[in-house]
């Protein structure tokens, strides 16, 4: 009676113990199976050893491989270092842009083989550069860098004449004196600023130079919806009277009743010139007007016979009272 519980606890423990040892064996067989099928999928591209600055040289010591996963490779990646850096250092790349450390290596940063890095990579489709000559009050005090978007405002004339009207909008800085790296973020004073304009804005902005003082405005990273703006002078600034707005002095009147007295406001109606309506005029047609009667005077009429009238003056009665003792 005494050795079937103890047959049962043994065939209950070798039961565990093969089912703990098949368990381990299923989990180290799934774990190399996917360490293998993890280092297949991942292919060797060429990422950045180093801070690559805009028009440096690509050489071979400023790169290293590194593991990427094959679904994830970037578009224009490199995998070969021939098809990166040459055997001849006169063909040699250079970069676009700014590479950081660990950045991959795209064909699109780069330039070809043997092709000089210029301002003109920077320029879009039909586009040109034309520089802009500024100072630290017209350039926002120096906090415009390349990459930025502004407003150009031209300001002319003189004294009370003196105008300014916004001539281009929206228009993209691509170099600071002679930087053009847009990562640069720290504000220098200028003293040109080039801009990418099409030939129509390149041949404004020669014009408005010549005509007055161009001033940059430092556009906001939201969208802005821009619209036609109109010309400002001095004398629409100067007004005669403040901007304050006027109000109609209404008439009062006291009103006292017994002991009391108070102040009644009479209240004015504005009236609307437009509303008035002008008078009408009725002319009545008037009777027909007679010719009047001509009197035939006898042709020979002696002078004596004409005498002046003469006027007899009029005699009016005095009264005279005397008083004793004056």
């Given at each position: 009676?005494?050795?079937?519980?103890?047959?049962?606890?043994?065939?209950?423990?070798?039961?565990?113990?093969?089912?703990?040892?098949?368990?381990?064996?299923?989990?180290?067989?799934?774990?190399?199976?996917?360490?293998?099928s993890?280092?297949?999928?991942?292919?060797?591209?060429?990422?950045?050893?180093?801070?690559?600055?805009?028009?440096?040289?690509?050489?071979?010591?400023?790169?290293?491989?590194h593991?990427?996963?094959r679904?994830?490779?970037?578009?224009?990646?490199?995998?070969d270092?021939?098809?990166?850096?040459?055997?001849t250092?006169?063909?040699?790349?250079?970069?676009?842009?700014?590479f950081?450390?660990g950045?991959v290596?795209?064909?699109?940063?780069?330039?070809?083989?043997?092709?000089?890095?210029?301002?003109?990579?920077?320029?879009?489709?039909?586009?040109?550069?034309?520089?802009?000559k500024?100072?630290?009050?017209?350039?926002?005090?120096?906090?415009?860098?390349?990459?930025?978007?502004?407003?150009?405002?031209?300001?002319?004339?003189?004294?009370?004449?003196?105008?300014?009207v916004?001539?281009?909008?929206?228009?993209?800085?691509?170099g600071?004196?002679?930087q053009?790296?847009?990562?640069?973020?720290?504000?220098e004073?200028?003293?040109?600023?080039?801009?990418e304009?099409?030939?129509?804005?390149?041949?404004?902005?020669?014009?408005?130079?010549?005509?007055?003082?161009?001033?940059?405005?430092l556009?906001?990273?939201?969208?802005?919806?821009?619209?036609?703006m109109?010309?400002v002078?001095?004398r629409?600034?100067?007004?005669?009277?403040?901007?304050?707005?006027?109000?109609e002095?209404?008439?009062?009147v006291?009103?006292?009743r017994?002991?009391?007295?108070?102040?009644?406001?009479?209240?004015?109606?504005?009236v609307?010139?437009k509303?008035l309506?002008?008078?009408?005029?009725?002319?009545?047609?008037?009777a027909?007007?007679e010719?009047?009667?001509?009197i035939?005077?006898p042709?020979?009429?002696?002078?004596?016979?004409?005498?002046?009238?003469?006027t007899?003056?009029?005699?009016?009665?005095i009264?005279?009272?005397?008083v004793?003792?004056?």
């Amino acid at each position: 009676m005494r050795t079937k519980p103890i047959l049962t606890t043994l065939f209950g423990l070798a039961i565990a113990a093969g089912s703990v040892f098949l368990a381990k064996d299923h989990l180290l067989t799934q774990s190399n199976s996917a360490g293998g099928s993890s280092n297949s999928e991942l292919i060797e591209i060429y990422v950045a050893r180093s801070e690559i600055s805009f028009g440096q040289a690509i050489e071979s010591h400023l790169v290293t491989l590194h593991k990427w996963p094959r679904e994830a490779l970037p578009a224009g990646s490199f995998t070969d270092l021939g098809n990166l850096v040459p055997d001849t250092r006169d063909q040699l790349r250079r970069a676009k842009g700014r590479f950081f450390p660990g950045e991959v290596m795209l064909a699109s940063k780069v330039s070809a083989f043997g092709e000089k890095v210029t301002l003109v990579q920077k320029l879009g489709e039909n586009t040109r550069a034309m520089a802009i000559k500024v100072d630290a009050v017209t350039a926002v005090g120096g906090f415009v860098t390349p990459g930025d978007f502004v407003d150009i405002v031209l300001t002319q004339g003189a004294q009370l004449d003196l105008s300014a009207v916004t001539i281009l909008q929206n228009i993209r800085v691509i170099g600071v004196d002679q930087q053009s790296e847009e990562l640069n973020d720290q504000p220098e004073v200028a003293r040109t600023i080039t801009v990418e304009v099409t030939p129509e804005q390149g041949q404004r902005l020669a014009l408005a130079q010549k005509a007055g003082t161009l001033s940059l405005t430092l556009r906001t990273l939201e969208g802005v919806e821009d619209k036609p703006m109109e010309m400002v002078r001095l004398r629409d600034l100067l007004q005669e009277e403040g901007p304050t707005e006027k109000v109609e002095v209404q008439p009062t009147v006291r009103v006292r009743r017994g002991t009391e007295s108070e102040i009644v406001t009479i209240k004015r109606n504005p009236v609307d010139p437009k509303t008035l309506k002008e008078p009408e005029i009725v002319l009545e047609p008037s009777a027909p007007i007679e010719p009047e009667e001509q009197i035939e005077l006898p042709v020979n009429i002696d002078a004596e016979t004409i005498s002046p009238a003469r006027t007899n003056p009029r005699v009016r009665p005095i009264n005279v009272t005397q008083v004793i003792g004056q």
